[in-house]
């Protein structure tokens, strides 16, 4: 079992920024993506950021040049820089750890709320 643990949400005025942070515990498989997706009120839940154990990412158009993923494998970590932040980024953000082989397991943080004010 893995949990994840997230942290570094809050209330930002649009043009700044915030940094969140999710720590993994627990039996995680070498290969693997860390990654951030966010949920908005009434919208399905969709990705923002991906980075795999192999440091390949992606990234969604709407964030490309103002968000930055990047992991610490040694602490199971992955972080996520976000710039520029704009009203229509607030969500409640979720840290993601999928497993790409083996039992392709997939877990989920509790959740973080960002609220970006106009």
């Known amino acids: 079992q893995v949990q994840l643990v997230e942290s570094g949400g809050g209330l930002v005025q649009a043009g700044g920024s915030l940094r969140l942070s999710c720590a993994a515990s627990?039996?995680?498989?070498?290969?693997?993506?860390m990654g951030w997706y966010r949920q908005a009120p009434g919208k399905q839940r969709e990705l923002v950021a991906s980075?795999?154990?192999?440091?390949?990412?992606n990234y969604a158009d709407s964030v490309k040049g103002r968000f930055t993923i990047s992991r610490d494998n040694a602490k199971n970590s992955v972080y996520l820089q976000m710039n520029s932040l704009k009203p229509e980024d607030t969500a409640v953000y979720y840290c993601?750890?999928?497993?790409?082989?083996?039992?392709?397991?997939?877990?989920w943080g509790q959740g973080t709320q960002v609220t970006v004010s106009s």
């Open positions: 627990g039996s995680i498989f070498r290969f693997n993506a």
């Open positions: 993601n750890v999928r497993h790409l082989l083996g039992d392709y397991a997939n877990y």
């Open positions: 980075i795999t154990s192999g440091s390949s990412t």
